[in-house]
Nanobody
Framework: QGQLVESGGGSVQAGGSLRLSCAASGYTSSSNCMGWFRQAPGKEREGVARIYTGGGGTYYADSVKGRFTLSRDNAKNTVYLQMDSLKAGDTAMYYC???????????????????????????WGQGTQVTVSS
């Protein structure tokens, strides 16, 4: 029993900015990992950014590093994706995802981080469209 609701998508020109929001409720509000994925027509779903809620560590795809920023407001059970310097290649449907336990957490002797594999996440939002024009 969990729900993720995204908002904030839209159409912008290249170089513009958008801020996506994902509000979590139910089981998703206590997820170990929350992240954003995107999927463009004809392409596979790819991880964009994710956060390990237990430690607060954030991770970004190389293609968005330095342009996108993931943040979280615990009081509102909401995660945000600030997207700056948008490019036409960022055009896609963006999905918020959440997961808990071994399915999404990866371990090393000194670190824990969240999976970048969409199949490892348990809950998904309906998606919000982001369109960037050249």
């Amino acid at each position: 029993q969990g729900q993720l609701v995204e908002s904030g998508g839209g159409s912008v020109q290249a170089g513009g900015s958008l801020r996506l929001s994902c509000a979590a409720s139910g089981y998703t509000s206590s997820s170990n990992c929350m992240g954003w994925f995107r999927q463009a027509p004809g392409k596979e779903r790819e991880g964009v950014a994710r956060i390990y809620t237990g430690g607060g560590g954030t991770y970004y795809a190389d293609s968005v590093k330095g342009r996108f920023t993931l943040s979280r407001d615990n009081a509102k059970n909401t995660v945000y994706l600030q997207m700056d310097s948008l490019k036409a290649g960022d055009t896609a449907m963006y999905y918020c995802a959440a997961g808990s336990g071994m399915s999404v957490i990866r371990y090393s002797p000194s670190q824990r981080w969240c999976s970048n594999n969409a199949d490892d996440y348990n809950y998904w939002g309906q998606g919000t469209q982001v369109t960037v024009s050249s």
